[in-house]
Each structure stands twice: as C-alpha cells, then as structure tokens.
C-alpha cells in the first residue's frame, strides 16, 4: 500500500484514438477517466468491450495513460515528506509541502507540476537534511528500520505491543494501556527468538530484559524465521541525504513531466 500516481495521454483529447466499440454517446469522462454512461445489467458485454478498449486498443498508451507511477509506501512518503520540511519547508518548496496528497485521491495541475519539477532539482541539489534515527543491524551494518516523526516512531502495531525506535532508543510499549505503558527501551540490545515462539529482548546498555510473545525477530524475513535475523542491536542517529530519496523523487518527476507534456493533471491514486 501507498501513494501512486498517473497522467492521461492526450488521445482521446485530440481525437486520435482508434474507432469506439460503442456509440460515442454513451461515453462520457468523470475525473480524467472515460466511462460509459449505460447501466451495468443488461449492457455487460458493452462494459467488457469498453474496458477491453481503454485498457489495450483505444491508442498507443496501455489504459490511455501518458505516465503511471508508484511513488512510494506511506512510510517512504512520510521520511519524503519530513525531509522537505527539514530541507526548508514552506519556504523552498511551497508547492511540494502544500499540493503533495496526505492520502490517496486528487490532482497536481500542470502549471503546478512545472513549479514542482523545479522544486524537486531543488530538493536534489541540497546538501544538509539533517540527521535521522535508525535501527540497525549491529553485525552487518544493515538499517533494519527508520524513525518516521508521522508514527512517533512506531514501526509495529500489535494487539499486545507497540514496537518503535525514537533518538532515546528502541521501545516497546504496552499495546492495552492508555497511556501506553512502557515495558523496555534500549540503544544497544539482544533479541533471541525462543522454543515458544516469544522474543527475548535484553538490553546492553542497562539493566533490562523483557520477553513478548505474539512476536516476530526484528528485521526477520518471514514471521517463521527464527534463524535468519539480527541478533545485536543498535539505535544510532546518522546524517541524511537527497540521494536516499531518489526512488520518490525518480516517479513524482517522471509524472511531473508528463502533466507539463500533455497538459493533464496528475492523478493521485
């Protein structure tokens, strides 16, 4: 799940699109999508055809669509949102904070989208994001997860437990309490994954230890693994750059362009 986004071709617009399977008055464009205005029972052949058409042999472009993009998870956008913010906000990218979706659905116009893509070389050319917190794998160095402000820093929701890392450390809080309660934090720990399928947790840094069941290894593949993950743990606050953002900024400029190009709007999704 995430944020995806597309931009119509220009096809339909022009009037360059092979012939309709249907009589042209029934079909009608709701919110850049074209749709028959005939009623789905009795005319599901139509539907089908129509469908068939839109998708593959109305023109050129694979469902009408000039660019389609998955932009990012919703933890990738947050980091992607609260690293704009840290990059100067408002002030350097008013159209990426302000016309940038907070969920799915909504457009970006073009005149927006060119501003944007000005935005966005902007963004890349940045050379001080500040810092972030991640936890990481301390025998291979691999980055296991990262804070997102958005989630407080909660990277796990169980019935029973709330796991999260903030600067203070690893948490885990007591999923039943309101406030939650905190049953263990650390910024150097051990977990091992035990018989009964519970996690033990011990702390390197101070005198604490706690055991979850209901729980999978940190950083394991599979909910299963009880072989294949970290054993040492550490939470650690390290220097973040534009280029970690690449994978977001590489589609929203792909679907930017395209709303310049064809004069369409982007469409969130």
């Not at 022009?14 to 074209?34: M, S």
């Not at 023109?59 to 100067?88: K, T, V």
Request: hydrophobic share 40%; net charge negative.
């Amino acid at each position: 799940m995430g944020l995806d986004a597309f931009v119509r071709c220009r096809c339909w617009q022009d009037g360059l699109t092979n012939p309709l399977p249907v009589a042209r008055e029934f079909v009608t464009e709701v919110e850049g999508d074209l749709c028959l205005t005939l009623p789905w029972e009795g005319s599901e052949e139509s539907h089908a055809r129509f469908d068939r058409w839109v998708a593959e042999g109305a023109c050129p472009h694979p469902d009408m669509e000039r660019a389609s993009e998955h932009i990012a998870n919703w933890s990738g956008y947050r980091l992607f949102q609260h690293a704009l913010d840290a990059g100067g906000g408002q002030i350097r990218f008013p159209v990426l904070c302000a016309r940038l979706p907070d969920a799915n659905g909504g457009t970006l116009e073009p005149e927006e989208a060119r501003l944007a893509l000005e935005e966005l070389c902007r963004f890349d050319g940045l050379a001080d994001l500040g810092t972030k917190t991640i936890l990481l794998d301390e025998d291979t160095g691999q980055t296991v997860t990262t804070h997102v402000a958005a989630y407080r820093g909660v990277f796990i929701y169980a019935r029973a437990y709330r796991a999260g890392i903030d600067p203070g450390g690893f948490f885990l809080w007591d999923g039943g309490a309101d406030p939650p309660t905190e049953l263990f934090r650390s910024r150097r720990f051990t977990q091992e994954a035990l018989a009964d399928r519970s996690v033990r947790f011990t702390a390197l840094d101070r005198a604490a230890e706690v055991t979850l069941a209901e729980i999978a290894p940190l950083g394991a593949a599979r909910r299963s693994d009880t072989a294949g993950y970290p054993r040492r743990l550490r939470v650690d606050t390290v220097r973040r750059t534009p280029q970690e953002f690449a994978h977001i900024v590489q589609p929203l400029t792909a679907v930017c362009e395209a709303s310049v190009e064809t004069g369409n709007p982007v469409i969130w999704c």
